[in-house]
């Protein structure tokens, strides 16, 4: 017999948590089935882990700079990779713990630990237990995805996940995939003294920003001492004594003592029995949602990860919301109503939101471009940070934000003065007219948005 719910959260990730205890807040009772660790990647594998040790990277970096500020440290800095991920799981563990009591705490929620899998289109067996209920809300995330590639599982790999849990530096770490997760682990391994290669297979990193973007970021960590080897063509694997060669499609080789795979994600959908529930997914696996997060079968939801409609923890949480508001206040909130909004965590971080230039141009519209680039800016050069720059691109008819772009010192804080304001509908001008706050590297926007001009 099953054991009934008004509502059963599958993964305990960055909405699931949140939804159930709203939902329980509105007298609801609640299943949430985790099957291994609460917070799901962001808490456990993901923003807080890495951040953490992004945090210690730059450490060992601005402490190798202290001569340029005239402070001296006293010799050479070491570095303690037992130490730095012990600091790593002590924050991320702390993060998890909180959710836990948490959820255990909260009335109308019972927390569960097993995998679930459908059974029908409203029950979710748990191991030997079964539940029905009928709302059903996946929040199952995703993981690295593994192509297959020649002698790549003979040879061994390290993933996002399984590289955190390193406690020495490796001698040469080859990172396969030039975008966004492979390019924190190449700047902040290589600030921990490991040699680095990363190797891409497009003709530049982070391919879906503009070219000026990718080559300035190719630059600062060619400036550090990453090698980066684009075009790469198709890739092979092969061990050769402790060491792992990675042959490139043009028959040169890079060696190395450690591999990571980065090159993008993959839902965790493929063990959930959703063919028992008539869920529909992609062909990469993605739940099929409407722009309310509902699926093709009445009363079952996706959100985070799982859907494709979002890569990040803040989407996740936004999934949530737009949930919560539409179920419990009558609102009417859609994917549809956000912007694009994230960053990229090097050292100078990238803060994205809106269309790229690219993007703007393809769209057919007319528009304005800006860039300034951050030695210009007078926080950056008092803090001694000055590569980057920042740039916006703007509707040429109405004077709205399109898009922006700050890569530079604190470009993943500064970047939500812009997102407000395309948010808002405040136009170029306005911005224009503001008075910020001085020194700060936001204090820009506004002479930012006065040098706008036609694209050459």
Same mark, same amino acid.
């Given at each position: ?60 970096? +601005? ?6 500020? &005239? ?59 079964? +539940? ?63 040699? !680095? ?15 000026? !973007? ?41 060696? &190395? ?15 959930? &029995? ?75 971080p990238l803060g994205r939101v809106g269309l790229t230039e690219a993007q703007a141009r393809a769209s057919g519209r007319p528009y304005k471009v800006a860039t300034r680039p951050m030695n210009r800016v007078g926080r950056a050069r008092e803090k001694g940070e000055t590569k980057g720059f920042m740039k916006a691109v703007v509707d040429a008819e109405t004077d709205l934000i399109l898009g922006a772009a700050v890569l530079g010192v604190g470009g993943d804080e500064a970047i939500h003065g812009l997102l407000y304001a395309i948010q808002g509908g405040m136009t170029a001008d306005e911005i224009r007219r503001t008075t910020p706050i001085h020194p700060t590297v936001a204090e820009l926007f506004p002479t930012l948005m006065g040098d706008l001009k036609p694209p050459a």
């Amino acid at each position: 017999m099953a054991t009934r719910f008004d509502a059963i959260v599958i993964g305990a990730g960055q909405a699931g948590p949140s939804l159930a205890a709203r939902l329980a807040g509105a007298g609801w009772s609640v299943a949430i089935v985790e099957r291994h660790l609460v917070g799901g990647t962001c808490v456990n594998v993901g923003c807080t882990p890495t951040k953490a040790m992004v945090a210690s990277a730059y450490a060992a970096h +601005l402490a190798r700079r202290a001569g340029e500020y &005239g402070v001296g440290v006293g010799g050479s800095v070491t570095i303690d990779m037992a130490r730095i991920k012990a600091r790593k799981d002590e924050i991320a563990g702390q993060s998890r713990r909180n959710n836990e009591t948490w959820l255990e705490g909260t009335d109308g929620v019972t927390l569960l630990r097993g995998h679930a899998r459908f059974a029908s289109p409203h029950e979710v067996a748990v191991g030997d237990e079964l +539940l029905t209920a009928p709302h059903i809300f996946l929040n199952v995330g995703g993981r690295a995805a593994v192509p297959e590639m020649p002698g790549l599982s003979e040879t061994g790999y390290l993933t996002n996940s399984s590289i955190l849990d390193l406690e020495s530096v490796p001698r040469r770490l080859l990172v396969i995939g030039g975008s966004y997760i492979g390019l924190e682990f190449a700047q902040m391994f290589r600030r921990f003294g490991a040699e !680095v290669a990363v190797i891409e297979t497009a003709p530049r990193l982070i391919a879906r920003e503009d070219e000026e !973007v990718s080559g300035a970021v190719q630059a600062f960590l060619e400036d550090e001492g990453v090698e980066v080897r684009l075009d790469a063509g198709r890739l092979s694997f092969e061990r050769q004594g402790d060491e792992v060669a990675v042959v490139l499609g043009d028959g040169s080789v890079e060696t &190395g003592s450690h591999v990571l795979l980065a090159v993008g994600r993959r839902p965790n959908t493929d063990d959930l &029995g959703l063919d028992k529930a008539g869920v529909a997914t992609d062909e990469r696996g993605y739940v099929i949602v409407d722009d309310e997060l509902k699926t093709n079968v009445e009363g079952v939801w996706a959100l985070g990860d799982c859907n494709g409609r979002g890569a990040f923890t803040h989407t996740a949480y936004n999934d949530f919301e737009i949930v919560a508001a539409n179920l419990l206040d009558g609102d009417d909130r859609r994917i549809s109503d956000r912007f694009p909004v994230y960053a990229l965590y090097t050292d100078p971080p990238l803060g994205r939101v809106g269309l790229t230039e690219a993007q703007a141009r393809a769209s057919g519209r007319p528009y304005k471009v800006a860039t300034r680039p951050m030695n210009r800016v007078g926080r950056a050069r008092e803090k001694g940070e000055t590569k980057g720059f920042m740039k916006a691109v703007v509707d040429a008819e109405t004077d709205l934000i399109l898009g922006a772009a700050v890569l530079g010192v604190g470009g993943d804080e500064a970047i939500h003065g812009l997102l407000y304001a395309i948010q808002g509908g405040m136009t170029a001008d306005e911005i224009r007219r503001t008075t910020p706050i001085h020194p700060t590297v936001a204090e820009l926007f506004p002479t930012l948005m006065g040098d706008l001009k036609p694209p050459a």
